[in-house]
C-alpha cells in the first residue's frame, strides 16, 4: 500500500462543519479552556440540536425530550448526552422511536438510572466525543490506525466551552 498524498486539516474555534462531503477522519486534536468542555463529531448534514434537549434514562430506556423535535419511528440520530452527577447515557447512534411531537425513546446499552440532563443529537451518526476538565490546555486523540473513521456525509463539530478543534482528514 502506498502513502496517502491527500491528507488535509480542518480548524473550528466554534461549532460547524468541517467539511461536507465524504472524508475518512485520521485524527482530532483540541485546545480546552477555564471550563470544562466538549467537542463532539457527528455525520451529518444538518446542523445538531442542543437547545433545550433534556432526556433521562430508566433500565436502559432513555426518553428525549424537545419541543416539536419533528423526527419519526425509526429516524436515525447520532446523540452526546451530557453527565449528571458524573454519569450519562451512552453516547452513540440510534434508532429512535417517537413517542409524541416532544419527545422520543432510544435503547441504551448499558442500564443506568439518571435524572434529567441535557443533550445534543443530530440526523445521521455520532463519530465521538472527546472532553476536558477546567484547565486543560491541549489534548490530542492519537492517530486514528488503518482507515480512520469513514464519513459519508460531513463532519460537524458541536463544541462547548473549547478553543479550538481540528481534525486530520483524508
Known amino acids: ?7 488535509k486539516q480542518g480548524h473550528l474555534n466554534s461549532s460547524g ?3 461536507k462531503y465524504p472524508v475518512r477522519i485520521k485524527g482530532v486534536s483540541y485546545t480546552g479552556g477555564a ?23 430508566s433500565g436502559t430506556t432513555v426518553t428525549v425530550t424537545k419541543t416539536a423535535h419533528g ?11 451530557l453527565a449528571n452527577a458524573g454519569v450519562s447515557s451512552t453516547d452513540g447512534t440510534y434508532s429512535i422511536t417517537r413517542v409524541d411531537a416532544n419527545s422520543f425513546t432510544l435503547t441504551d446499552i448499558n442500564s443506568r438510572t439518571i435524572t434529567s440532563t441535557s443533550a445534543v443529537y443530530a440526523v445521521g ?20 490506525s488503518g482507515e480512520g473513521i469513514r464519513v459519508e456525509t ?16 483524508g
Do not use: R
Open 71 to 81: 423526527l419519526t419511528t425509526g429516524t436515525i440520530i447520532g446523540i452526546h448526552f
Open 1 to 7: 500500500m502506498g502513502m496517502q498524498y491527500d491528507v
Open 125 to 144: 451518526k455520532w463519530l465521538m466525543t472527546c472532553e476536558t476538565v477546567a484547565g486543560d490546555i491541549y489534548s490530542n486523540v492519537p492517530f486514528i
Open 17 to 19: 462543519y468541517f467539511v
Open 154 to 169: 460531513g463532519v460537524y463539530a458541536e463544541m462547548s466551552n473549547l478553543d479550538s478543534a481540528q481534525i486530520i482528514y
Open 35 to 57: 471550563s470544562a468542555g466538549y467537542v463532539t463529531l457527528f455525520d451529518t448534514s444538518s446542523t445538531p440540536v442542543s437547545s433545550s434537549v433534556t432526556y433521562s434514562q
